[in-house]
């Protein structure tokens, strides 16, 4: 492919670099020398100069790109930098956005500001820190089309209450298949009757809330649930929607915000939450609301600092599980060392969502599962391919390969597959598949 | 506490053995050669076997956790571009015939060779195999547009690599990624350098047929070779000046195409000429040449000596003279015997050189234009200290700190030129040789610049085995700096490089 990425902050930098390799990439940053600086680092042709300018555009070869990634720190530098892109060829555009504003006005109007693909930094964000704390027993969390489906692995470990249990008593959820499991290294696709052994592994594919439910049957011990204090320090938008995001999951979270019209405005939108107005940092306050006896602290402030300051606060009040938000990817690890569980940095979270992207509209998304042994892809369905207008039982005694069908979307809804169930065009099929077929599946496809 | 060594080396020895290892591909081509002409093979095999061994050898100690680092690349370019010289004058040695028998010689014509000097030691053209004489014209073409190009090219591993390695390997200007990929940019540009090389090679062979019997295929190779690369080797004694005078002036368009710039080539062949015929480096270097050439015909025509007629005056002026600033070193006659007006003219030449990323070698017009225009805007600033005049070439603004290396590399190369040059006076009055200021100028001018033959004894149809040996190897080390701008060596030799 021709790539051209607009930005070449961490977050461009980052996909340039995981495309280099594969693809041609043509970065344009509007600071010169950070455009020269690139040259020697990354493969790749740098341009300087304003990424919104249909000249700088037309430099670049954007006529004929493939792809075009604003990814720049100004959302609406990227918006024009997409619009301005459709106006000189018909690459896939991809833009990276913070404002969750931006990403509702587009969700609502197909290809508005010419973007094809929106990435909201700050959804994106809260989304990763709920998969974090929602699923701590899971091995591998990774989400498919959209976000609208999860797919995740499992250990069943001493004590679990599936163990001893067959596939249909533990599968007890509507929106959730189990696509395979692991049992010493070898790969066993589940039938209503197998058994769940200790020590399997188990991968389920199915909406984020069904997976989250099955962890609380698989690990009830390490699987937060309602009783479970969680809380949210900051009211910044990666905090919002941290909170809004765990209010779905059915946790009852409680959000601490140092401004009063803020904490008013959050505590309006957010019926499940506890708003506090406080500023976090007074250890006396902590201590009087019990803080200490949290379970879970999400630090989401504004200032790497400040999250760095209350991060060790709350690991020092004795919190279990720390996880906070830095805005510096040169942080991440410092934070770790001193003893933050999980550092979370949005840039990282940005680039890898774009990347993946990228990966998925050229073949398909795809998790690799037990050292290659399966993977778990995306498809999308075209009009005419061998697997559309069957039922999927038809497909499955049809083909000797082996693999089973995890989730379906339709029009950015999920479909729970059956035996019944007719594929169309248009879908997405989210199915594991042992690797050495990946080839013929996506041949079908 | 002890200093550590702060630079990559490892990095940098992988990647010269990633080089070296890959040397027995060019060595084939003189082995078929002595295959098909019944000569000994063994000088070629012996190279190949020490290419390999040391690739091997030098490979072993890479750690892939190492960088290619700015720092790297300059010893991975010193290092590369000494050793293969080392590897190129084995079969010299190991052929074992006149004077490149001995190390030190054969040091110098690989050496003069890789750099596409040109200088060489050789007395009797004679006395060696066929393959051992295109082995010499072989060395040049690698040697033509950069080794590293070539490895840019050729070696995957190297990827962006790539791009500080050219960076380091000419200190002229930054790398101009064609394409986003850096090796398909090298790709890009050798596949120029290899057409034009072909393009060579027919239409001497074919202007051979036509007029001249003793331009056979081999030779149209041999010299195609090293008139793209502006290198100067030629299997004939007589240098070009051994063919028919059409095939003589066939020769000057490739000459100053091999240093006109390869991007400016590469834009002209897709459809932007006007890139190339707009540019102001390509106007003051063909400007530079037509000057010297039409100075150096009339200083012919007023001396009765030389006796050539009108065309052969004017065909040995352009040609020498296009052999000389395009750092080539072709010969079509004796100019020892022109008259001194004529004779300085080329030695000013020699400082000239051709344009900025092509094969040639010296200054270079581009800095001379850049020195020239920033000296003029310093006359203006005299007058108008207020005035804000950035210095353009081609409509394009030069950075101000450029415009300092550009001062600073003239300065070095100016001194150290001058230091050789009083290096080769005192070792021959050592050796009891009687060597002219001039001559010494000029020698010191031809192998420190990569342009090939001098005055006196080491004019065009001379040797450079008159001066001592102890001269030779400084000549050896000099040709190396010279070819890749000074600075990759110089800053070995400081502490920094090695602790900070």
């Given at each position: 492919m021709y790539v051209v990425v607009i930005g070449a902050g961490e977050v461009g930098t980052s996909i340039a670099a995981s495309l280099a390799s594969d693809h041609e990439v043509v970065v344009v940053d509007v600071d010169p020398d950070r455009a020269e600086q690139l040259k020697y680092e990354l493969d790749v042709l740098t341009i300087a100069g304003d990424g919104t300018s249909s000249e700088i555009q037309s430099a670049a070869e954007v006529d004929r790109a493939d792809m075009v990634i604003a990814c720049t720190d100004d959302d609406q530098t990227n918006l024009v930098a997409c619009g301005t892109a459709k106006t000189l060829g018909d690459g896939f555009t991809i833009a990276r956005v913070k404002s969750t504003d931006f990403l509702r006005t587009w969700e609502g109007g197909e290809g508005a500001f010419g973007v094809d693909f929106m990435v909201c930094t700050d959804l994106l964000t809260a989304e990763n820190i709920v998969r974090v704390i929602g699923l701590p027993a899971a091995v591998d969390v990774d989400p498919f089309a959209g976000g609208l489906v999860q797919m995740a692995e499992f250990e069943i470990a001493e004590g679990s209450p599936v163990a001893g249990q067959t596939v249909s008593e533990a599968d007890r959820f509507e929106s959730l298949t189990f696509v395979g499991l692991f049992r010493n290294g070898d790969m066993i696709i589940p039938r209503g009757d197998t058994d769940i052994a200790v020590g399997d592994r188990a991968v389920v594919i199915g909406s984020p809330e069904s997976v989250q439910s099955f962890a609380t049957?698989?690990?009830?011990?390490?699987?937060?649930?309602?009783?479970?204090?969680?809380?949210?320090?900051?009211?910044?938008?990666?905090?919002?929607?941290?909170?809004?995001?765990?209010?779905?999951?059915?946790?009852?979270?409680?959000?601490?915000?140092?401004?009063?019209?803020?904490?008013?405005?959050?505590?309006?939108?957010?019926?499940?939450?506890?708003?506090?107005?406080?500023?976090?940092?007074?250890?006396?306050?902590?201590?009087?609301?019990?803080?200490?006896?949290?379970?879970?602290?999400?630090?989401?402030?504004?200032?790497?600092?400040?999250?760095?300051?209350?991060s060790v606060l709350a690991k020092r009040l004795g919190v279990d599980r720390v996880i906070a938000v830095v805005d510096s990817p040169d942080y991440v690890t410092v934070f770790?060392?001193?003893?933050?569980?999980?550092?979370?940095?949005?840039?990282?979270?940005?680039?890898?969502?774009?990347?993946?992207?990228?990966?998925?509209s050229v073949a398909e998304n795809i998790a690799v599962l037990e050292n290659d042994q399966a993977e778990v892809l995306e498809l999308e369905l075209t009009e005419g391919c061998g697997l559309v207008g069957r039922p999927i039982s038809e497909i499955v005694a049809d083909s000797d390969v082996r693999f089973v069908i995890g989730a379906i979307t339709r029009d950015h809804r999920l479909v729970t597959p059956r035996g019944g169930t007719v594929l169309q065009a248009g879908d997405h099929v989210i199915l594991l598949v042992e690797s050495d077929s990946v080839s013929d599946i996506a041949s079908m496809a | 506490m002890s200093t550590s060594i702060r630079v990559g080396w490892r990095a940098s020895v992988g990647l010269t053995g990633d080089v070296l290892a890959a040397l027995p591909v060019p060595l084939a081509f003189p082995l078929l050669l002595a295959f098909y002409y019944g000569e000994s093979p063994v000088p070629f095999l012996a190279a190949i076997a020490v290419s390999l061994a040391l690739g091997a050898a030098f490979r072993s100690t890479r750690d892939p956790a190492e960088d290619l680092g700015p720092r790297e690349a300059f010893l991975a370019v010193a290092l590369i571009w000494f050793l293969v010289a080392a590897v190129g004058a084995?079969?010299?040695?190991?052929?074992?015939?006149?004077?490149?028998?001995?190390?030190?010689?054969?040091?110098?014509?690989?050496?003069?060779?890789?750099?596409?000097?040109?200088?060489?030691v050789l007395r009797d053209f004679s006395v060696h195999s066929r393959s051992v004489m295109m082995w010499r014209q072989v060395i040049q073409w690698l040697g033509g547009l950069g080794i590293l190009i070539l490895a840019t090219a050729v070696l995957s591993e190297i990827g962006v690599g790539g791009a500080q390695l050219m960076e380091s390997e000419s200190q002229t200007q930054d790398v101009n990624k064609l394409t986003p990929k850096i090796s398909r940019t090298a790709q890009l540009i050798w596949g120029i350098y290899f057409g034009l090389t072909g393009l060579a090679i027919a239409v001497y062979f074919l202007l051979g047929l036509a007029v001249?019997?003793?331009?056979?295929?081999?030779?149209?190779?041999?010299?195609?070779?090293?008139?793209?690369?502006?290198?100067?080797?030629?299997?004939?004694?007589?240098?070009?000046?051994?063919?028919?005078?059409?095939?003589?002036?066939?020769?000057v368009p490739f000459m100053?195409?091999?240093?006109?710039?390869?991007?400016?080539?590469?834009?002209?062949?897709?459809?932007?000429?006007?890139?190339?015929?707009?540019?102001?480096?390509?106007?003051?270097?063909?400007?530079?040449?037509?000057?010297?050439?039409?100075?150096?015909?009339?200083?012919?025509?007023?001396?009765?000596?030389?006796?050539?007629?009108?065309?052969?005056?004017?065909?040995?002026?352009?040609?020498?003279?296009?052999?000389?600033?395009t750092t080539t070193g072709y010969a079509s006659t004796d100019y020892v015997l022109w008259a001194p007006a004529a004779k300085h003219m080329l030695f000013m030449g020699m400082f000239v050189g051709g344009m900025v990323g092509s094969t040639t070698c010296s200054i270079k017009s581009l800095r001379w234009l850049v020195a020239l225009k920033s000296f003029r805007r310093n006359l203006y600033t005299a007058i108008h200290p207020e005035s804000v005049r950035p210095v353009r070439i081609s409509g394009k603004s030069i950075e101000e700190g450029a415009i300092r290396d550009i001062y600073a590399y003239l300065l070095l190369s100016i001194v150290i030129f001058f230091l050789l040059a009083v290096v080769i006076v005192v070792d021959a009055e050592r050796a009891g040789l009687r060597v002219s200021e001039f001559e010494a100028l000029g020698a010191a001018a031809t192998t420190f610049l990569n342009i090939g033959p001098a005055f006196g004894d080491a004019g065009p149809y001379g040797t450079f085995a008159t001066f001592p040996l102890s001269t030779r190897a400084v000549m050896v080390v000099l040709m190396w700096i010279g070819r890749i701008e000074i600075i990759p060596v110089l800053v070995l030799f400081t502490k920094a490089f090695w602790t900070s």
């Open positions: 049957d698989v690990a009830p011990e390490a699987t937060p649930d309602r009783a479970d204090e969680i809380v949210v320090v900051g009211g910044s938008e990666i905090g919002y929607q941290t909170a809004r995001l765990l209010e779905e999951r059915d946790f009852r979270p409680r959000l601490i915000e140092q401004d009063a019209d803020r904490a008013r405005w959050l505590a309006e939108n957010l019926p499940d939450t506890v708003v506090m107005e406080h500023d976090a940092t007074d250890t006396e306050f902590l201590a009087r609301e019990h803080v200490d006896e949290a379970d879970i602290v999400v630090t989401a402030l504004r200032s790497d600092e400040k999250n760095l300051l209350i770790e060392e001193i003893g933050i569980d999980i550092a979370v940095n949005p840039r990282t979270v940005t680039a890898e969502e774009i990347t993946r992207f990228t990966y998925e | 084995i079969p010299f040695v190991v052929a074992g015939v006149g004077t490149v028998a001995h190390p030190v010689n054969a040091m110098f014509e690989s050496m003069s060779g890789l750099t596409t000097t040109g200088a060489t001249d019997p003793q331009m056979d295929l081999y030779n149209a190779v041999a010299h195609a070779f090293t008139s793209v690369a502006t290198a100067g080797f030629s299997p004939e004694p007589l240098s070009v000046g051994a063919f028919h005078p059409l095939i003589q002036w066939a020769v100053v195409i091999g240093s006109t710039s390869f991007v400016l080539i590469y834009f002209a062949i897709n459809g932007e000429p006007m890139r190339l015929l707009r540019n102001e480096e390509f106007h003051f270097y063909l400007g530079a040449m037509g000057t010297l050439a039409s100075i150096v015909a009339v200083s012919l025509f007023l001396d009765p000596s030389t006796g050539f007629g009108a065309e052969a005056t004017v065909r040995h002026a352009v040609f020498n003279v296009a052999s000389i600033v």
